[in-house]
């Protein structure tokens, strides 16, 4: 091992790639893990493939990590629990805070901030019944987008063009035992920005 590679593993220590878990994004989440575990392998990174749907927090002790990359996405890795945990346990992870996701996870919550603070978001309304179309569709017209709160930003999104879509996709969206959004339907390119150390 050259003294670049020594000086890399001293940096990072033994890195956790944390992926799969439980949510209705595991499948993807096992693919961004893999992807990311060899990245890291390739820069000569110490890192490990951790399974957050097995007993992860017994491997996280046991082996002594001392940072974990966050790879899982949807509710086992967006919304707090898991930044929590590894806060807890005193290891740096990758992303925001236990604050900033559980908050950003909800998207009512985050329009409703959004909108407090002068920011711009398409218009929404929570729908709570089956029977809300003409309601819905008489503030957002048709077509308009129906979707959970608190999932992946694209799991159970819909595009409702009708009275029997909404009515077929609100019975299918009942499964997540989520809260129920509609939202304004825009046809524009999206962009998403990072931001790290608040710049």
Not at 5 to 15: N, P, Q, R
Not at 47 to 70: C, H, P, R
Not at 147 to 174: H, M, R, T, W, Y
Not at 184 to 195: D, G, N, P, R
Request: with cysteine.
């Amino acid at each position: 091992m050259n003294k670049l590679d020594t000086k890399i593993k001293e940096k990072f220590g033994k890195v956790a790639v944390l992926c799969g878990g439980h949510s209705s994004e595991r499948e993807i989440s096992l693919i961004t893990g893999k992807a990311v575990w060899q990245a890291l392998l390739n820069k000569n990174i110490d890192a490990y493939l951790v399974d957050t749907k097995n007993e992860f927090l017994n491997q996280i002790t046991e082996n002594d990590y001392a940072s974990a990359w966050i790879a899982l996405h949807g509710s086992d890795g967006e919304d707090g629990k898991i930044q929590s945990l590894l806060e807890i346990m005193g290891i740096k992870y990758t992303g925001s805070g236990p604050s900033a996701c559980s908050l950003t996870m909800n998207k009512l919550f985050t329009k409703r901030l959004l909108l407090q603070n002068g920011f711009k978001t398409p218009d929404f309304k929570l729908v709570t019944h089956i029977n809300q179309f003409e309601e819905v569709a008489d503030l957002l017209k048709t077509p308009f987008v129906l979707k959970p709160c608190s999932q992946g930003s694209s799991i159970g999104v819909s595009i409702i063009e009708n009275k029997n879509d909404f009515e077929k996709d609100f019975q299918a969206l009942q499964k997540f035992n989520d809260w129920i959004i509609a939202e304004s339907y825009l046809l524009y390119s999206e962009y998403t920005a990072a931001f790290l150390n608040e710049l």
